[in-house]
């Protein structure tokens, strides 16, 4: 059995009869000048990209820019419809308590548009929105599973 984490990354014990639920999260690294758009969740104190769960019939290319439209207000296109990264996590929610095993898929992204949209951001999930030099990008500030995929970015 995989080993389950909170909001904080703390392992969590998963009841043996509570159901594990599948969902996939697209997920964008858009990057201007030596700096990486990221975000951070009210739910977690790590950043991690702009990015979030896949809606049924949606492609996850799709899921990504629509979740970086609501976390940043920044309108952007993908790069590649190649994945830099995919990861799998294993977590709780603490929006409703529920076990996930999450398929990450991570695509580099560019802007569309200089200036955000800030009557876009969905201000109750996103506590702050920064461009963060990679210089200042640690493991100990960046989400573990995102850390997984950005680790390839900041070895450039």
């Not at 076990?99 to 200036?115: D, R």
Request: contains cysteine; proline residues 8%.
């Amino acid at each position: 059995m995989p080993t389950f984490y909170n909001s904080h990354f703390e392992p969590i014990e998963k009841p043996e009869d509570e159901p594990i639920h599948m969902r996939a999260g697209g997920y964008v690294c858009v990057t201007k000048d030596d700096t990486i758009l990221l975000v951070n969740p009210t739910w977690s104190h790590f950043w991690e990209f702009p990015g979030g769960g896949v809606d049924p019939g949606e492609h996850i290319q799709d899921a990504a820019i629509r979740e970086c439209m609501e976390e940043t207000g920044y309108s952007i296109q993908i790069s590649s419809e190649t994945p830099f990264a995919v990861t799998e996590s294993f977590y709780v929610s603490p929006s409703n308590g529920k076990f996930y095993q999450n398929i990450g898929v991570f695509f580099h992204a560019k802007l569309t548009s200089e200036t955000p949209d800030a009557e876009k951001v969905f201000r109750d999930e996103i506590r702050q929105i920064r461009w963060v030099p990679k210089n200042e990008i640690t493991e100990e500030i960046f989400h573990p599973t995102h850390w997984k995929a950005i680790h390839h970015i900041l070895d450039q």
